[in-house]
């Protein structure tokens, strides 16, 4: 008896969670999440390749890490505050963009194009409305009209 009702407490929260998803432009924040991590952790970070040591300590560790945390901020804005997705979408594009001389290359061109892709989405994203006509024609459903008959039109 318990194991059902943990299945059905976990179907409700995943349905709850693509949901909440669908509300917002998700993918784009999370792109947006994505850029800004490694572009606040490379400029830090003292990797080893082997017997390589490779230290990017740098001075560029303020501003990336000041772009880094706007990026992070951005990112919950477009999953929290929906209507600033036109305005996050194009500031982050900008950050990205600058990142690339700021911050060792974009976060190593990792938190560059993650940050390019994310800024896409918030700008090309569409809150979704109940309304059946807004919908694209590939998500209707459609009736094929037969040819030659006369649907009242004139």
Do not use: K
Not at 41 to 56: E, K, R, T, V
Not at 90 to 115: D, K, M
């Amino acid at each position: 008896m318990g194991r059902c009702e943990n299945l059905r407490a976990a179907a409700g929260a995943r349905r709850g969670f693509r949901t909440w998803r669908g509300e917002r432009p998700f993918w784009a924040g999370l792109f947006t999440l994505a850029a800004g991590f490694p572009i606040i952790y490379f400029p830090y970070a003292h990797l080893n390749f082997g017997a390589i040591p490779l230290a990017l300590s740098t001075s560029a560790g303020a501003g990336s890490l000041i772009i880094g945390v706007l990026l992070v901020v951005l990112a919950l804005s477009l999953w929290f505050q929906q209507q600033t997705r036109v305005f996050a979408g194009i500031t982050v594009i900008l950050l990205a963009l600058v990142s690339f001389p700021v911050a060792n290359f974009g976060g190593l061109l990792i938190g560059l194009v993650s940050g390019l892709i994310g800024g896409s989405l918030a700008c090309a994203w569409v809150p979704p409305t109940g309304d059946p006509e807004a919908q694209p024609a590939v998500n209707r459903a459609s009736t094929p009209v037969p040819v030659g008959e006369d649907h009242g039109e004139r």
